[in-house]
């Protein structure tokens, strides 16, 4: 069973920073690209970044560029983002997400039922 548990979020002023983890389990994490998805109140989904399998290539969203960094352990089968200058417009619940393949996505987000539970990042001061 695919498991995903995000961890890491919370509340945070504008411009300040928090990073999220998340524990994969139940799938091979070390073969499989990883994305990280956000969705804000009352928006779609938005696809905010993407790592591929071995952690040598990442991509982000323009909205997040210089601001986030993606990166991931499989020996520990983790994956983390790291957020800064984070702000309101960052709020949302976080998940992170398998891909099917080792590469990142070029387009689209990854199919809900991929998804861990998610986590909040509110920011507001």
């Known amino acids: 069973e695919v498991q995903l548990a995000e961890s890491g979020g919370g509340l945070v002023q504008p411009g300040g920073s928090l990073r999220l983890a998340c524990a994969a389990h139940?799938?091979?994490?070390?073969?499989?690209?990883m994305s990280w998805v956000r969705r804000a109140p009352g928006k779609g989904p938005e696809w905010v970044s993407g790592?591929?399998?071995?952690?040598?290539?990442?991509q982000y969203a323009a909205s997040v560029t210089g601001r986030f960094i993606v990166s991931r352990d499989n020996a520990k089968n983790m994956l983390y983002l790291e957020m800064r200058s984070l702000s309101p417009e960052d709020t949302a619940v976080y998940y992170c997400a398998k891909e099917s393949t080792s590469l990142i996505r070029w387009f689209g987000i990854p199919p809900v039922y991929n998804w861990g539970q998610g986590a909040q990042v509110t920011v507001s001061s």
């Open positions: 790592i591929n399998s071995d952690g040598t290539s990442t």
């Open positions: 139940g799938f091979p994490f070390g073969d499989l690209a």
